[in-house]
């Protein structure tokens, strides 16, 4: 399902749901099969073990599943072994449903240091679109928030434990399909960027995105923000775990990158 869509020429977005599976994902796939949408899915290990046939019809029905660790620690808060142990754990369970051992991870609250950009062993897979589906459960304001924000390369972050997120999807997609956008997983949408282990990334870089299309660079400056370039976060320094902004993405909504605390 759009695996072959070129992103660097496309004007590719990609939609990832965080925490679950839980009792409603099947919901969200049924929309999204009969919208023919691929999205990502960052899988908690724990969860995976409670829903097996979930995860596996994910994976079959064109979707990616990514690792969010086995049960939502915040990883900046562990040592080096701990933090590997959190990441295996996951991984094992996201691959003991049968479908392959996932690429990508999602930090949960988007939390690294030093510490786990060393010794994680996968690159990062942040966002640049955040509703705060988990505080805000209302879907005409999930969607608003999407919408508004969606740009070219951009991944979007929602939740596919909250019924009003999934209730936000038919017209989150009816809206961005009307703006000629195309549906891809992160790792289409990061095609031929090159991840690199221990790197975060919350869009596909600038520069590489659909054409026709104002750069993020132009973009952020006429609107008057200060804003570092997009993509790679290639910055040695520390990125907060829970507040503050990491270096390289702007969180649209005006507040700190959050994922849910988890139920
Ligand atoms: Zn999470």
């Not at 966002?127 to 928030?145: F, I, S």
């Not at 009307?178 to 960027?193: A, C, E, P, W």
Request: proline share 9%; glycine share 8%.
């Amino acid at each position: 399902m759009n695996a072959d869509v070129d992103c660097s020429t496309a004007k590719c977005i990609a939609l990832t749901f965080d925490d679950g599976p839980g009792p409603d994902t099947g919901r969200l796939l049924d929309i999204l099969q009969s919208e023919n949408v691929p999205a990502t899915f960052f899988v908690l290990g724990d969860q995976a073990e409670k829903y097996p046939a979930t995860v596996r019809r994910e994976y079959a029905e064109g979707h990616e599943v990514g690792n969010h660790t086995w049960d939502h620690k915040d990883l900046s808060t562990l040592s080096a072994p701990a933090v590997q142990e959190e990441i295996k754990r996951g991984a094992d369970a996201i691959a003991a449903t049968g479908i392959p051992r996932p690429t990508l991870v999602r930090p949960p609250y988007g939390a690294v240091n030093d510490t786990v950009r060393t010794y994680a062993g996968y690159p990062f897979v942040m966002w640049r679109v955040d509703p705060l589906d988990w505080k805000y459960p209302n879907a005409a304001r999930v969607t608003d928030q999407i919408v508004s924000h969606a740009a070219p390369g951009r991944i979007v972050l929602s939740h596919d434990i909250h019924k009003t997120t999934i209730d936000a999807m038919p017209s989150v997609i009816q809206q961005l399909k009307q703006q000629g956008y195309t549906f891809v997983t992160v790792s289409t949408l990061m095609k031929g960027v090159g991840l690199q282990n221990g790197q975060s990334y919350f869009t596909r870089p600038a520069g590489m995105t659909g054409m026709g299309v104002v750069p993020e660079q132009s973009r952020s400056q006429s609107q008057g923000q200060s804003q570092s370039p997009e993509g790679s976060q290639s910055s040695p320094s520390t990125i907060p775990s829970t507040s503050g902004t990491p270096t390289g993405s702007t969180p649209p909504t005006g507040s700190a990158p959050t994922d849910r605390p988890r139920h």
